[in-house]
Nanobody, 121 residues
């Protein structure tokens, strides 16, 4: 059983910074892609950033230059450093792990429970 547990998030003023982390647990020997998505009220879930096990990154245009994704493959953990936060960044942020290798085979699209990020003065 693969489980993703997020931490971080909270309330921050515009222009501030927050950090998120997400640890995957279970009998995992590899995770090809880990990343972050977000969903604002009334909106569809959207990609924020992803990172491959080899270090390749992909960012949404709206966060490029302000957010930084990183990961520790040995710990099956992914991080998101968010700077220069804007009210438009307010959303529930979800951790994702895709193509997860376990003794049972490769699994797709595991999700964390989500963590609220609110940017407001």
């Amino acid at each position: 059983q693969v489980r993703l547990v997020e931490s971080g998030g909270g309330l921050v003023q515009p222009g501030g910074s927050l950090s998120l982390s997400c640890a995957a647990s279970g009998s995992i020997f590899s995770i090809i892609t880990m990343g972050w998505y977000r969903q604002a009220p009334g909106e569809r879930r959207e990609l924020v950033a992803t990172m491959s096990s080899g270090g390749s990154t992909n960012y949404a245009d709206s966060v490029r230059g302000r957010f930084t994704i990183s990961r520790d493959n040995a710990k099956n953990t992914v991080y998101l450093e968010m700077n220069s936060l804007e009210p438009q960044d307010t959303a529930v942020y979800y951790c994702n792990a895709d193509r997860v290798g376990t003794p049972s085979g490769w699994g797709r699209d595991y999700w964390g429970q989500g963590t609220q990020v609110t940017v407001s003065s």
